[in-house]
């Protein structure tokens, strides 16, 4: 009997040897930021790659626009609601991620939980929408590792870095917690309802381009997620929990952004979900383009 093996799986599994080998060699020279592997690239703005995750948590923190203009520079603007600027901070587990080759679509077979923490904005001259990864933070699992490093190397102007999370089911609902050094930074008791706004959830997810801008505010790049590619399944308004202690808590803000003087909004008024600026979805999915530099300001920004 004859054992016919698919090209498809053999490219997959020669990409996740060469990913699994540069990216143990990516955590190992990591603290002397020289390294540079295919996990990275696989990761990257570098390489197109499909994303899976399942499920995904979301909080949206209002703070007033000009607070959020600090850190973009002067080629992008918040993209407000109802005169509000928003930063998403997300929970989520990395289920699948692919890579493009000439056969499509390939796994990389890494996973992983993740917190990212997003600002919505667009572009001053033209006012296309996109968003901006602040952080991303990975489990200090041995993918988590390598998708901590890969981020470092390749993602412009991103805080990488490591945390804790977890997901577990209470009487009440579901409880999300974050832990980074061991301490806790976020945690969110959440139950799910039908969404009950609509025009907020379609204003904050339908955004089709990822812009990446340097910490010296003097690189853009633009990445597109193609509109036909973005999956979001099973969505529910996160409301929350009614018989939980401090059923929203959070230390992100003044321990990643203090420099930005953001740590009021640990404690937000008005408080996010109950203005239904809190969501669930069981899956959401995304191709992300190669990202290409739009601009380089050599005069600063």
Partial sequence: MSVRIKPSFVIALLLQCLVVIDGVRTVDMSE???????????????????????????????????EMQKMLGDRLVPD????????????????TLEMSTFLGFVPSLMSSW?????AYVKMKDSGEKGYVILSADFESSFFGKIMTSGCKSSQLGTMCGTVALNRTKMSYGQLFSVKQDGNEILHLAAQLGNVSNTPFFN??????VRFQLSADKKTLKRGTQ???????????????????????WSKV?????????WGYLDD??????????????????????????????????
């Fill in 268 to 301: 937000p008024v008005p408080e996010p979900c109950g203005q239904g600026w809190c969501f669930f979805s069981s899956k959401a999915a995304f191709v992300d383009n190669e990202a290409t530099v739009l601009a380089v300001n050599d005069t600063g920004a």
């Fill in 203 to 208: 204003w904050a997810n339908e955004r089709y």
């Fill in 32 to 66: 002397g930021n020289v390294a540079r592997s295919s996990s990275s690239h696989a990761l990257s703005s570098r390489m197109t790659v499909r994303e899976t995750e399942t499920p995904l948590v979301s909080i949206h923190f209002s703070m007033k626009p000009a």
């Fill in 226 to 248: 193609p509109e036909n590619t973005k999956i979001w399944e099973g969505n529910y308004q996160v409301k929350l929990a009614a018989g939980a202690v401090d059923p929203i």
């Fill in 80 to 95: 407000v609601y109802d005169g509000k600027a928003f930063i998403q901070v997300s929970m989520f587990y990395i289920t």
């Fill in 114 to 118: 993740c917190m990212r923490i997003s």
């Fill in 253 to 261: 803000f003044q321990t990643k952004f203090a420099g930005y003087g």
